[in-house]
């Protein structure tokens, strides 16, 4: 969008841009601050002024709007769930230190999944696994991740439950998302770096040197003295 991640403000953007009110927003229509653009000031105004703009467009279920509301006040630990097509995505914010999880390795990591009814009735074009896939980031969102898909229709089918990305290029998405939950991308890459594993989000230990030789090039081990695995799998 052209500002600071944490900085977009509700008015400016470009017209092809969709924007979606959230459901906070009907409580009252008293005065709020909102992002300006700038880092350091803040745009006040009210409720109402954003929907003579935008109009009545509501996010239809609680449930998401709830989740990021919570993220955004850090009344949680953020956790986030993506679909099997944003691997990419994944990895880049693993790379971060935030707990993700893809959807079919969410048991094998013991997330304990809760059996949800679906959310629509199943679509008789809709292969099973897709079908599978969008039940389980259902289960996932009702348990306070923050779900993330790409497709147009997982989003229309789980509507109000699942956020879905605008962007279609890993390093946009990862902008978007930090914008949407106001994650400051250089202090959670500087908290969270090497923290966590980009391939099975486990955590990272350290190793011995002499455990990582044979395992990294050997200019790098005759380089570092400090190196890490995976605690999952020591391999890695």
Same mark, same amino acid.
């Given at each position: 969008?052209?500002?600071?991640? &944490? ?14 009110? $959230? &459901? ?5 229509? +008293? ?23 935008? =109009? ?5 279920? %609680?449930?998401? $709007? @709830? ?11 953020? &956790? ?18 935030? @707990?993700?999880?893809?959807? =079919?390795? $969410? ?5 304990? #999944? $809760? ?20 039940? +389980?980031? *259902? ?8 779900? #993330?898909? *790409?497709?147009?229709?997982?989003? *229309? ?18 902008? %978007? #998302?930090?914008?949407?939950? &106001?994650?400051?991308?250089?202090? %959670?890459?500087?908290? =969270? ?10 955590? #990272?230990?350290?190793?011995?040197? +002499? ?8 200019? *790098?081990?005759?380089?570092? @003295? ?11």
């Amino acid at each position: 969008f052209g500002f600071a991640p &944490g900085n977009v403000p509700p008015l400016g953007l470009h017209p092809d841009v969709e924007v979606f009110l $959230s &459901g906070q927003l009907r409580v009252q229509d +008293e005065l709020a601050c909102f992002s300006s653009g700038l880092p350091g000031t803040l745009l006040l105004m009210r409720p109402s002024s954003l929907v003579a703009v935008y =109009g009545e467009r509501w996010l239809s279920d %609680e449930l998401l $709007s @709830d989740v990021v509301e919570r993220l955004l006040e850090r009344d949680q630990t953020p &956790g986030f769930v993506c679909d099997s097509m944003l691997q990419r995505l994944t990895a880049r914010m693993r790379a971060m230190g935030l @707990d993700v999880v893809t959807v =079919g390795e $969410s048991r094998k990591h013991g997330v304990p #999944i $809760s059996k949800v009814p679906a959310v629509k009735p199943k679509r008789p074009s809709l292969k099973p696994a897709r079908h599978q896939e969008e039940e +389980e980031l *259902a289960a996932l969102a009702l348990q306070g991740r923050l779900a #993330i898909t *790409a497709s147009t229709a997982t989003a *229309a089918a789980l509507k109000g439950r699942v956020y879905l990305l605008r962007s279609t290029v890993a390093e946009e998405q990862l902008r %978007e #998302i930090c914008m949407v939950v &106001g994650f400051n991308w250089k202090n %959670e890459l500087r908290k =969270g770096w090497n923290t966590r594993c980009s391939l099975c989000n486990a955590g #990272i230990v350290q190793v011995p040197k +002499e455990e990582a030789k044979g395992r990294v090039p050997e200019k *790098a081990f005759e380089a570092y @003295d400090k190196f890490f695995a995976c605690s999952e799998d020591p391999a890695r």
